[in-house]
């Protein structure tokens, strides 16, 4: 007998379908992919949605908050508010001065208490070295009694407010006097 030709030939390798292009395999559980797209644009969409309107209420809550943020300022000043007005009746009823002037210095004390209260303070410039982050200079007087660039009036108080400053002083400088003209020394 013969036998067939392909009888002492390996059985031919059968090719796998590589998974990659293979389709996949559905669980029966799991949604279709473009299921599973929309489920999550959906839940995309709904963050951004709750991102936007919580955005919206921190803007709204900040802005009340920076709105209103100097109601206990401006509630400590209004007594103040009143007794101004106060010596300003008194004084046009009463013609004392003294009395008057007074009642003014206490005011402004009571001001000046609030304002530390704050943390706004005044600080000192005459006499003191010209500083830039500390005055503004108006003008420059020249003097031979002290150095130059040395605070010699103050016009406008400087303020700070918790070590910032917050109005520069102005204030008038002194500088070396001019040179006299050469020809006034060959006189």
């Known amino acids: 007998m013969t ?4 009888a002492n030939l390996p059985p031919p390798e059968q090719k796998q379908p590589d998974a990659s292009s ?21 839940l995309l969409m709904r963050r951004a949605a709750e991102f ?14 920076i709105r209103l943020a100097n109601e206990g300022l401006v509630l400590a000043i209004l007594p103040i508010v009143d007794d101004l007005e106060r010596s300003l009746k008194a004084g046009k009823e009463n013609q004392d001065f003294g009395a008057f002037y ?7 004390q009571k001001m000046s208490k609030i304002l530390e209260s704050q943390g ?11 500083d830039v982050l500390l005055h503004d200079a ?22 700070f407010m918790n070590d910032k400053v917050i109005r520069h002083a102005k204030v008038v400088v002194s500088s070396a006097p001019p040179d006299e003209p050469a020809a006034a020394q060959n006189d």
Not at 52 to 65: A, C, H, L, P, T
Not at 143 to 159: F, I, N
Request: hydrophobic share 35%; no cysteine.
């Open 3 to 6: 036998e067939p030709i392909n």
């Open 22 to 42: 293979a389709p996949p395999a559905s669980d029966a559980g799991t949604p279709p992919a473009d299921q599973q797209l929309a489920q999550l644009k959906d």
């Open 52 to 65: 936007e309107n919580y955005k919206r209420r921190v803007e709204q809550d900040s802005s009340g908050i």
């Open 102 to 108: 007074k009642g003014v210095e206490l005011i402004a």
């Open 120 to 130: 706004v303070r005044a600080f000192e410039t005459v006499g003191a070295p010209f």
């Open 138 to 159: 108006l003008m420059q007087t020249p003097r031979t009694d002290v150095p130059s660039a040395t605070v010699l009036e103050e016009v406008q108080k400087g303020y």
